[in-house]
């Protein structure tokens, strides 16, 4: 069943895992994608670097209008 989005998971203890998980940051960032992660009271807060500390990091596209 497909949910639309996609999820990858890593051992923070990893170092290959982290590292491709910052490179999937900076490239979903780069792509223009807003990152976000959940604070401990679950609120989201918008990031603008990796967080390896993170326990989920989400991320949003662009919204185009006009």
Not at 10 to 35: C, I, K, S, V, Y
Not at 41 to 65: C, H, I, M, N, Q
Request: glycine letters at 10%.
């Amino acid at each position: 069943m497909a949910t639309g989005d996609t999820r990858h998971m890593f051992e923070q203890t990893d170092p290959n895992g982290l590292a491709e998980a910052e490179q999937r940051f900076r490239e979903l960032t780069g792509q223009g994608f807003t990152a976000a992660t959940r604070t401990s009271s679950g609120e989201l807060k918008v990031t603008r670097s990796f967080d390896w500390t993170a326990d989920e990091t989400l991320f949003y596209p662009r919204l185009v209008g006009g």
